[in-house]
């Protein structure tokens, strides 16, 4: 079974902090996703990476950055957390393009007060 | 960019009632994903449909690949409680170094015993 974890699933952060989202799959994936989740607005995403250090801008990367250092590893950079970046962050992954189903990590529910 | 119109919004039903939920978009697509996402978890992958008029079933769930290639449903079948949840259809076009997945804004599933 494809196995996606994300190191937090409840994170609480001050305005103005820089926060750090871990996400690690452990079926050698090359594609991994990070999409913000929020109600009415469903899931949009913020960057996928198709290989190690490779990066690219999603829908709504404005305040977010990434690192993909390793293959299974694809993290998630808040360099200022504000308020309006509460929500929930859930990160995917597939083997490649020419696989077509993303596997979701549980999520992490992030409040910046 | 492209959209999904996925209705209806909510659902409210008895145990043991039949669910339909569906999927529309102005665009075409190649490939078509449903998900289920239960309370604080991540949404997980329930059907993948890959050709036009596709009908491919899960137990009590069966999907469609819309002869268009701009729609897609969703059927559940004699409803349980543990089928609630919010149920997300996602349209993918992917190909040579490309890959893009539109998310509909999901069906709330309430399910009275």
């Known amino acids: 079974d494809v196995k996606v974890t994300q190191s937090s699933r409840y994170l609480v952060k001050r305005t103005g902090e820089k926060v750090f989202l871990e996400c690690v799959q452990d079926m050698d994936h090359e594609n991994m996703f990070w999409y913000r989740q929020d109600p009415g607005l469903g899931l949009r995403l913020i960057y996928f990476s198709y290989d190690v250090k490779m990066k690219e801008k999603g829908d709504i990367p404005e305040g977010y950055s990434v690192s993909r250092e390793k293959k299974e590893r694809f993290s998630l950079i808040l360099e200022s957390a504000s308020t309006n970046q509460t929500s929930m962050y859930l990160c995917?992954?597939?083997?490649?393009?020419?696989?077509?189903?993303?596997?979701f990590g549980p999520g992490t529910r992030l409040t910046v007060l | 960019g492209q959209q999904l119109n996925q209705s209806p919004q909510s659902m409210f039903i008895q145990e043991g009632e039949d669910v339909s939920m569906n999927c529309t978009s102005s665009?075409?697509?190649?490939?078509w994903l449903w998900y289920k996402q239960e309370p604080g978890e991540g949404p997980v992958l329930l059907i993948a449909l890959y050709k036009a008029g596709e009908l491919t079933s899960n137990g009590r769930l069966t999907a469609q690949f819309g002869i268009t290639r701009k729609d897609s449903f969703l059927n559940i079948s004699a409803s349980i409680p543990s089928d609630v949840g919010i149920y997300f259809c996602?349209?993918?076009?992917?190909?040579?170094?490309?890959?893009?997945?539109?998310f509909g804004k999901g069906t709330k599933l309430s399910v009275i015993p």
């Open positions: 665009s075409i697509f190649n490939t």
């Open positions: 995917a992954s597939i083997l490649s393009s020419g696989y077509n189903e993303q596997f």
């Open positions: 996602a349209g993918l076009n992917s190909g040579a170094g490309s890959y893009q997945l539109t």
